[in-house]
Structures are given as structure tokens and as C-alpha cells.
């Protein structure tokens, strides 16, 4: 399995507008955070999660050619604003729709902005077309298995993803965007090979762990290796990871995973 961060950033991006700060001045690109989503490769299966204002470029930026299926975590604007770029992976697919998991909330999101969009197949070559449906609590397919969990996020609920490689056994956990990782989403977690978890910044959040809270979770969980995202401007890379327990780090924009065989 591959996972390939191609966002780590905040809904406000790094460096922010009109922000001259150390961090969003850096010279360091691992402190150029677009927003948050990844994709995941599993037995050649490409699995794309999210769709942040910076999609288009990041697909571009890191070879991202191919999408089969896509997962919409939470109807917020820097998950769901670049889903119009992926009418290019429509015109891939042959002309025919694009299977979109999510929850209702983010299905309604959907629905509200991309009206155009929810139809069998796309008017035309180069317009979207989205096949929207619940994301189940475990999605069977041929490649593998997506578990998902709901993550409280202020008043939305987030879906925290585990990926199982069929092949393989790799076990991979994707719980972005939450302020506590509940009992049921902790046990889903268990024996991963590595994890991506919300760690938004060192002080207090009412809708995100923070640094402390995210190291916590981590430690409940046991993962061998522990990725931070969706991580703002007050994070400077080289010199926060350094402060970081051992199995803990920071996730950057381009960060490549291949999970090995269990």
C-alpha cells in the first residue's frame, strides 16, 4: 500500500495571506502546507480522499494520473472545494460517473455546491459527473477494505478512515479533522501500520486535537509511526519535529508512506 500526503495544511493554508511570520517566510517546503487530502494506493486501487482548494495542483504536483473512487470525509470548504477538478478523472474513466462515499452531511455539501455535477454520467467530455452514496461502516472491495468511524468535529462528525491491504495485510488509519478519537474509532485503529492524525497547533482548539491531545491518542493507540496534519503556521518543521516523542512526526505536503506486508 501507498499513501501519498498531498496536503497538510490548515483551511488557511501556510503561508498564510498577509502573514510574515518565521514559519510562513521559510525557506523549509515542508512549511508550504496546501490543504489537507490524501491518496491512497491499495493493490492498484486509487482512492482519493477529499478534494482541498489546491487539488488540481497537487495532482499535478504529484503525479496523481489515475481515481477510481473518492471518499469525502466532511462537507467543510477545504475538503470539498476542488471536487469540480475532478471532472479530468470523469473523462478517465471513460466518460462515466465517479463513485463519491460520504456522510449525509457531506452529501448534502455535495449536492448544494456541485448540482451540475449528480448525474449517471457527464453531459458532455470534460464536465463532472458524481454517483453519491453513504460510505458504510465497511466497504468490501476486491483490493481490500475501508472501515470507517465517525470523529466528533465541532457540530459535524468527520469520517476516520482504516485502509486493509488484501494483499498484503497493511492496515493504514486516517482520522483528520476531529477533537477526540472515541472508543470505537481508538479499537478500528488498532495494529495499524502507521497513522495520519489531526494535530492542529501546541495551543487548545474547540474543534481539533492539539499537539498535546494528538501525542495522547497516539500513545493510547500504540502505532508504530504517528503522522500530524492539518498542521497552521505556528509549526515550524525542522525544529518542531525535533521536539516530538519517538514514533511521532509531522506530516508535510509530498510526505510518500508504502506500507509494509504484515
Known amino acids: 500500500m501507498e499513501v501519498i500526503i498531498l496536503g497538510s495544511g490548515t483551511s488557511q493554508g501556510v503561508p498564510m495571506i498577509a502573514c510574515r511570520c518565521p514559519v510562513c517566510t521559510s525557506a523549509d517546503p515542508r512549511n508550504r502546507r496546501t490543504r489537507c487530502s490524501i491518496h491512497v494506493v491499495m493493490d492498484g486501487l486509487h482512492i482519493q480522499v477529499d478534494a482541498a482548494q489546491e487539488f488540481r495542483e497537487q495532482c499535478l504536483r504529484n503525479d496523481v494520473e489515475r481515481l477510481d473512487l473518492f471518499i469525502l470525509t466532511h462537507g467543510h470548504a477545504d475538503h470539498v472545494a476542488g471536487m469540480d477538478d475532478l471532472r479530468r478523472f470523469c473523462d478517465l474513466l471513460g466518460g462515466s460517473a465517479l463513485t463519491i462515499y460520504s456522510t449525509d452531511e457531506g452529501m448534502s455539501r455535495v449536492i448544494a ?8 454520467r457527464p453531459v458532455v467530455r470534460g464536465y463532472p459527473a458524481f454517483k453519491l452514496l453513504e460510505m458504510p461502516p465497511v466497504l468490501e472491495l476486491e483490493q481490500g477494505t475501508i472501515r470507517s468511524t465517525l470523529l466528533p468535529h465541532g457540530g459535524v462528525n468527520v469520517l476516520g478512515l482504516v485502509f486493509e491491504e488484501r494483499s498484503s495485510g497493511a ?10 478519537v472515541p472508543a470505537e474509532a481508538r479499537e478500528l485503529a488498532k495494529g495499524a ?20 491531545e494528538a501525542i495522547a491518542v497516539a500513545r493510547v493507540l500504540g502505532t508504530p509511526v504517528t503522522y500530524l496534519t492539518h498542521l497552521t503556521h505556528a509549526i515550524d518543521h525542522g525544529p518542531f519535529e525535533a521536539t516530538l516523542p519517538p514514533g511521532i512526526r509531522l506530516a508535510y505536503d509530498g510526505l510518500r508512506l508504502t506500507l509494509p506486508p504484515r
Not at 455546491?113 to 449517471?120: F, L, R, S, T
Not at 492496515?171 to 477526540?180: H, L, M, N
Not at 501500520?193 to 498535546?212: F, Q, Y
Open 193 to 212: 501500520n502507521a497513522i495520519v492524525l489531526d494535530g492542529l497547533r501546541p495551543e487548545p482548539h474547540p474543534t481539533h486535537l492539539n499537539i498535546a
Open 171 to 180: 492496515r493504514f488509519v486516517y482520522y483528520t479533522d476531529c477533537k477526540r
Open 113 to 120: 455546491m456541485y448540482p451540475y455535477a449528480i448525474m449517471e
